[in-house]
């Protein structure tokens, strides 16, 4: 079955960049959009966005100015890039898979399988 | 951007009881409406899709409805492993992110 799991620094100083990727394994990326979401400590979850392979890319507005994602087909991996971070982007960071339903109404997406975490700290 | 709130934000219930949780939406999202259970310490779990679709694996018990802006989550008789915390989320394609709603913590009385 297909496995996500998450790799990158745990400890990013204040104003550089967080830079994480997620590795696929058991399937292949080319087919699915890609998710990045996170959870501050103790909080709810928050959905950073989604990357096509092709290239598309949909980001939350409020960190649209900072999010960078892509994939690569050839290593079979999704990567965050978040720029510009403070201590408010201190959170454990999922990846997931946006899996799609067809239904009676029309194509629906929900992610279904999902990387165990990472957590990322920024501090000087 | 569509708000999605739940409620209530914690809930308190007993093994054998019937739990509803509810999502509304600051505007009509159709059936585009996901539930979510997790545990402390994991990733979460996708339970339902489009509103009232079971994804694969998750047990009967679990069932979604409502469509538009006001939908519910049910646990029709509550087990030891269900309590957990439970997020909403939309999946409208219109506005340009998929919001959660909060989370419903979900305790033993």
């Known amino acids: 079955q297909v496995q996500l799991r998450e790799s990158g620094p745990g400890l990013v100083k204040p104003s550089e960049t967080l830079s994480l990727t997620c590795t696929v394994s058991?399937?292949?990326?080319?087919?699915?959009?890609w998710v990045w979401v996170r959870q501050p400590a103790g909080r709810g979850l928050e959905w950073i966005g989604r990357?096509?392979?092709?290239?598309?890319?949909t980001y939350n507005p409020s960190l649209k100015s900072r999010v960078t994602m892509s994939a690569d087909t050839s290593r079979n991996q999704i990567s965050l890039r978040l720029g510009s971070v403070t201590a408010a982007d201190t959170a454990v960071y999922y990846c997931?898979?946006?899996?799609?339903?067809?239904?009676?109404?029309?194509?629906?997406?929900?992610?279904?399988?999902w990387g165990q975490g990472t957590t990322v700290t920024v501090s000087s | 951007d569509i708000q999605m709130t739940q409620s209530p934000s914690s809930l308190s219930a007993s093994v054998g009881d019937r739990v509803t949780v509810t999502c509304r939406a600051s505007?009509?999202?159709?059936?585009?409406l996901n539930w979510y259970q997790q545990k402390p310490g994991k990733a979460p779990q996708l339970l339902i899709y489009?509103?009232?679709s079971l994804q694969s694996g998750v047990p009967s018990r679990f069932s979604g409805s409502g469509s538009g802006t006001d939908f519910t989550l049910t646990i029709s008789s509550l087990q030891p492993e269900d309590f957990a915390t439970y997020y909403c989320?939309?999946?409208?394609?219109?506005?340009?992110?998929?919001?959660f709603g909060q989370g419903t913590k979900l305790q033993i009385k």
């Open positions: 997931a898979r946006d899996d799609f339903f067809s239904g009676l109404a029309g194509y629906y997406y929900g992610m279904a399988v």
């Open positions: 058991g399937g292949s990326i080319s087919d699915y959009y």
């Open positions: 990357v096509y392979p092709s290239g598309t890319t």
């Open positions: 505007q009509s999202i159709s059936s585009y």
């Open positions: 489009a509103a009232s």
């Open positions: 989320q939309h999946s409208y394609s219109g506005p340009p992110m998929y919001t």
